[in-house]
Each structure stands twice: as structure tokens, then as C-alpha cells.
């Protein structure tokens, strides 16, 4: 069965710094990858996306990601974070393709220090 | 206007009662999801319908049912609640593969005591 991990169940930056979170994968045939983000008492927004073609994937909010199959991993990153980045983040793969039955890893919830 | 709207937004119910959480959409998708966050466990697939005559089982389906009322709604039942269906539940939609974004809700949290 798909499955996702984000070894990092809490992370804490400051303000400014850069960004990786990690993810990595278990999945058969190629990979519907996704970032979301879920605010405190939000839903959760799209980041970014990864269907085919480039492995760098940029997204909104300044963040991309990298798609790697040899290392089975889908690593977020942001070069300068900014407070209004704290939020949990979620990575899920489409088990069936596209958006379709999404499995989510755990979540990695970000503190940004001032 | 939301393109994914659940009602209600929060609800406290007592062990035993039947409740229902509605969803409605507007962005004119078949595929349809339930899904359920606890803290530390990401989310998890309740039941997702592909169409209005189409409902499947996820991965935590026992002790919840639903129903396609219209491409547009999708409710999600607890028949007889009990406390460790405390959670924080989303609906969400999305278009056909291979490009289809998912849409979620806001989410609806639930408390059974």
C-alpha cells in the first residue's frame, strides 16, 4: 500500500531562515505528489504539486519542491521563512493518480522563532 | 463564497446520538472525499464517491456512512457516536486525473461526549 512519512513531527526556525522539510514515499508507479499547508483552525491550501516533467516544482508562498525517485523523497523548501509561515504541513501522494484517494503523511508542524 | 462549504463548523454531541455532516461544492466536480484528522496521525479517507452512484469505503470507514444527494453534496453520517470519532473531519473535491487539485473544506470539528 501507499505510504507517506515526514520523519520531522516538529520543527522550529527563526524568522529568515531557511527552510527543508522532508518527505519520502512508497509508491508503485509514478507518483502524484502534493504539499499542503493547514493554518491554525484552517482547512488546507494547495502548495504545490508534482505530476510529471520537472523535478523542481515551484509553488506559492516561495516554496518549491524537489521531486528525487532514486531517493523516493519529495523535500519542501523555502531560502527565508516568515513568521506568517508557521502552520502544519502536510505531504500526500494520489493513490489512484492525480487527487484521487490522497494519503497523507503525519504532518510536520513549523514554529517560526522572531 | 467557499468552493467547498461543511456545515456545521463545530458540533458537541452526547455517545449514542446520530449526527451529519454536510458538504456541498461549487466547483462542479464528480469526485467527492471524507477525511478525518486526529493530531499526529495526518489525515485519513473516510469514503469517497466518483460519482452520484458511485460510494466506496477508505481506509477508516467503520461506524460512518454516507450519502450523494447531488453532484454537489455529499453528508457524511455517524450513526450512533462514540467518543474516539473526536476529531476534526474534511470533506473535499476534485477534478479527474492526471491534473485534478483537490479542494478541502474548512473542516467540521466534532465532539462526542
Known amino acids: 500500500a501507499q505510504s507517506v512519512t515526514q520523519p520531522d513531527i516538529h520543527i522550529t526556525v527563526s524568522e529568515g531562515a531557511s527552510l527543508e522539510l522532508r518527505c519520502n514515499y512508497s509508491?508503485?508507479?509514478?507518483?502524484?505528489l502534493f504539499w499542503y499547508v493547514q493554518s491554525p483552525g484552517q482547512g488546507l491550501q494547495l502548495l504545490l504539486k508534482y505530476f510529471s516533467g520537472d523535478t523542481l516544482v515551484q509553488g506559492i508562498k516561495g516554496f518549491e519542491a524537489e521531486f528525487k525517485r532514486s531517493q523516493s523523497s519529495f523535500n519542501l523548501r523555502k531560502p527565508s521563512v516568515h513568521w506568517s509561515d508557521a502552520a502544519e504541513y502536510f505531504c500526500?501522494?494520489?493513490?489512484?493518480?492525480?487527487?484521487?484517494?490522497?494519503?497523507f503523511g503525519k504532518g510536520t508542524k513549523l514554529t517560526v522563532n522572531p | 463564497d467557499a468552493d467547498v462549504t461543511q456545515t456545521p463548523r463545530n458540533r458537541i454531541t452526547k455517545t449514542g446520538k446520530r449526527i451529519m455532516l454536510e458538504c456541498s461544492q461549487t466547483?462542479?466536480?464528480?469526485?467527492m472525499y471524507w477525511y478525518r484528522q486526529d493530531p499526529g496521525l495526518g489525515l485519513r479517507l473516510i469514503y469517497y464517491s466518483f460519482d452520484v452512484k458511485d460510494i466506496n469505503k477508505g481506509e477508516i470507514s467503520d461506524g460512518y456512512s454516507v450519502s450523494r444527494q447531488a453532484q454537489a453534496k455529499f453528508s457524511l453520517s455517524l450513526e450512533s457516536a462514540i467518543p474516539n470519532q473526536t476529531a476534526l473531519y474534511f470533506c473535499a473535491t476534485s477534478g479527474s486525473p492526471p491534473d485534478g487539485e483537490a479542494f478541502f473544506g474548512q473542516g467540521t470539528r466534532l465532539t462526542v461526549v
Open positions: 509508491y508503485g508507479a509514478t507518483p502524484y
Open positions: 500526500a501522494v494520489g493513490e489512484q493518480g492525480g487527487s484521487e484517494k490522497l494519503v
Open positions: 466547483k462542479g466536480h464528480d469526485r
